[in-house]
């Protein structure tokens, strides 16, 4: 590549200007509000952390980490997520808090991209961690949580949707019982989304054909409630059954909450498999092409920092949510210029510190010299007030 | 509601006819004369659809970024884009393989150079099998760099290899059959579940039917015959 020219940055990486900047805030602030409402706390870690503990442990593939040196030669990562950093600090700084924990989280994080246009390297998450509930209750709260906070942000319309890893998980171990390879083979193919792929290995595979038309036929499992009772028939196996019955008790308790009516489930819907151990789900507003919030179940993590403990989450995808969020989500500053000169200098800085201290003002203050008072560009306030 | 119009990135040029003959015959009310039109977007008001027709190598960009719910695009180019998309149904239309190609008289050479429109593609395929080579991006007329010399050997679609035979040009290898998919949005096909599904079914169908007649007409020639 050439030298780079001055206006550029590197690839997926972002300026955001005041406008952009005071929609941005206004959505976290709103998400975070929300979150601490239903008693989420606040935590901030690290930009940086270690490659062998935070990196590893990340959902993030290794090749979309940025990864950079210490002087001793120590490989570090930028954060790709915060899940992996929060699972750290409740294995040490917080050990001995009592479980549940109840964390949120705001915070930019990075992933290298493939060199293209609309992919970002640095973005934004506000989210939060349920740590040590493993119920049905603890993933409805969360789930109703991660609506409420769509909602917070001002995006109006979006379904958020519901799988369970433990379905599939369930149905590939009671039909291909020892046979790994073979079920690796399926899951990769649902994990890129190639239903196609998924046919062709299924059809290639040496086993009970009405156990094929089953593994096929989940690929229709997406709904409402009815899908919990239309999948038990495939559900041979007690994974299956548990898996389900889990799934139809989490939507019991969206029920409690209300929020049924932005909720579908999707068996089809698969997650990082090493990583998600139960229910999975993921937000989506009708306006954009990606999906603005995902979380789920991962009740292995905290083991691998030494805290062995079910938990689950989700992040929303801040700036991408500022692209469809409705803006009466951010009240209008109310502008205000005060100019003056040399004479009144006293009077105009009591006047502005005082309109300072009113809700959504926002005062600037401007020296005039003695002969400039005619020329001076005053666009863009709503108020301009003059000691001159 | 405007909304809910289903927006299909259809690929104009060779795949376009048979895949509007086979939405056609889905119950899809395609006029006969559309792919004359030179327009960009043509709406279709009565299946509440809208098609976009773009160049095949960017529909799965158009689906992507969700500027389309769904397209018709061949799994050629879903290979060399790797984007992150639901491939939802095998056409079966516009059947042809990707093969590695070259001059009869090839021998392994100690820097081979294989030319191609698909340079991802070709680079995994070699990779996985253990072999170093270099890649060069052609746009077209793929088959002159082995004639010229650019290159030892080539990967690229065939269909019946008559392109190659006239060159005197060999298929040395075949690396996978093709044929056109219907991909859809991750979004989309959540929010616009409904209209997807329905669409894929009457595909199906459509699809299942032409497989059985076609196994049907092979049986009862060879009765005839």
């Known amino acids: 590549m050439s030298k780079p020219k001055v206006f550029e940055k590197p690839n997926g990486f972002k300026d955001y200007l005041p406008e952009a900047v005071s929609r941005l805030r206004a959505i976290e602030l709103n998400v975070l509000a929300c979150m601490r409402s239903w008693g989420y706390r606040q935590i901030i870690t690290p930009t940086l952390e270690y490659y062998d503990t935070v990196g590893l442990a990340s959902s993030t593939p290794n090749e979309r980490l940025f990864k950079l040196l210490d002087k001793r030669g120590t490989t570090l990562v930028l954060r790709s997520e915060m899940t992996a950093p929060i699972a750290r600090v409740v294995a040490s700084l917080l050990k001995d808090e009592p479980l549940p924990l109840r964390l949120s989280h705001h915070s930019n994080v990075f992933r290298a991209i493939e060199e293209e246009a609309g992919k970002e390297a640095e973005f934004f998450q506000t989210g939060v961690e349920l740590v040590g509930d493993g119920s049905a209750e603890a993933d409805g709260e969360v789930v109703a949580l991660s609506i409420a906070c769509l909602k917070a942000a001002g995006v109006r319309d979006f379904k958020v949707a519901l799988g369970h890893v433990g379905f599939l998980n369930g149905l590939l171990e009671a039909g291909l019982g020892g046979r790994p390879e073979e079920q690796q083979a399926l899951k990769e193919c649902l994990l890129k989304r190639d239903y196609v792929g998924y046919r062709h290995v299924l059809r290639s595979i040496d086993a009970d054909e009405r156990f094929k038309a089953e593994l096929e036929a989940i690929l229709r499992l997406r709904g409402g409630r009815e899908i919990c009772r239309d999948a038990e028939r495939y559900a041979h196996s007690q994974a299956a059954q548990e898996s389900l019955r889990h799934l139809c008790e989490v939507w019991d308790v969206l029920d409690a909450y209300g929020v049924n009516e932005h909720i579908v489930i999707d068996l089809t819907m698969f997650g990082n498999f090493s990583y998600y151990t139960g229910l999975i789900f993921e937000g989506y507003a009708s306006t954009l092409g990606f999906p603005v919030l995902s979380g789920g179940r991962y009740d292995k993590l905290l083991a691998t920092f030494g805290r062995p403990a079910a938990a689950t989450g989700f992040a929303l995808a801040t700036n991408r949510i500022m692209e469809v969020a409705e803006d009466d989500v951010r009240e209008r500053p109310h502008r205000v210029l005060v100019l003056y000169d040399r004479k009144h200098r006293a009077e105009a800085v009591r006047t502005a510190m005082e309109l300072r201290n009113r809700p959504g003002f926002e005062v600037e203050s401007r020296f005039v010299g003695e002969n400039a008072a005619n020329g001076l560009k005053v666009q863009g306030y709503d108020e301009v007030i003059r000691f001159l | ?225």
């Open chain 2, 1 to 225: 509601m405007p909304q809910d119009v289903l927006k299909v990135a259809m690929p104009k040029g060779r795949i376009y006819k048979q895949a509007s003959d086979l939405f056609r015959k889905a119950g899809l009310p395609i006029p006969e004369d559309f792919d004359e039109s030179r327009k960009l977007i043509i709406p279709l008001p009565e299946a509440n659809m809208e098609f976009i027709m773009a160049k095949p190598a960017d529909v799965p960009t158009y689906v992507e970024y969700g500027a389309a719910d769904i397209g018709v695009v061949g799994k050629d180019v879903l290979l060399e884009e790797s984007r992150g998309v639901y491939e939802l149904i095998d056409l079966g239309i516009a059947r042809c393989r990707m093969s590695v190609i070259g001059l009869p008289d090839w021998k392994p050479l100690m820097h081979p150079r294989v030319a191609t429109k698909y340079p991802n593609i070709a680079s995994r395929y070699f990779r996985e099998r253990g072999q170093q080579v270099d890649v060069i991006k052609l746009n077209g007329s793929i088959e002159l760099a082995p004639l010229v010399g650019l290159a030892d050997r080539i990967v690229d679609l065939v269909e019946t290899g008559r392109t190659i035979r006239e060159n005197g040009l060999m298929e040395l290898e075949k690396m996978f059959d093709v044929t056109s998919r219907l991909i859809a949005n991750r979004v989309s096909y959540r929010m616009k579940n409904g209209p997807i599904q329905q669409l894929c079914d009457r595909l199906q169908a459509v699809i299942e039917l032409g497989a059985r007649n076609a196994a049907a007409d092979g049986g009862h020639s060879k009765v005839l015959r």
